[in-house]
């Protein structure tokens, strides 16, 4: 099993920055992928960003360049910091984490970003 649990969510002005914060306990291992999810108002989950056991990083189009994933394996964090933040940031950021051995997700409980004037 995999505990996360994700923090730094708010309110923010467009334009604004926000940086979220996971932290993961349990079963981990490093080869394992973290990403950060969200999911907007009436809207599916969607895939923000995930940075792989390797180091690789992806970034969904529509968030490059503003937003920076990293991963702390020391510490077992995962980071997002977000600028440039736009009112469709708006949503429920989950972390996730994607355990090879077991071909498993773990997901946390959220934090709500809101962009809003």
């Known amino acids: 099993q995999v505990q996360l649990v994700e923090s730094g969510g708010g309110l923010v002005q467009p334009g604004g920055s926000l940086r979220l914060s996971c932290a993961a306990s349990?079963?981990?291992?490093?080869?394992?992928?973290m990403g950060w999810h969200r999911q907007g108002p009436g809207k599916q989950r969607e895939l923000v960003a995930r940075?792989?056991?390797?180091?690789?990083?992806y970034d969904a189009d529509s968030v490059k360049g503003r937003f920076t994933i990293s991963r702390d394996k020391a510490k077992n964090t995962l980071t997002l910091q977000m600028t440039s933040l736009k009112p469709d940031g708006t949503a429920g950021y989950f972390c996730?984490?994607?355990?090879?051995?077991?071909?498993?997700?773990?997901w946390g409980q959220g934090t709500q970003v809101s962009v809003s004037s």
């Open positions: 940075v792989s056991g390797g180091g690789n990083v």
């Open positions: 996730n984490y994607h355990q090879w051995d077991a071909s498993q997700d773990f």
């Open positions: 349990g079963r981990i291992f490093s080869i394992d992928d």
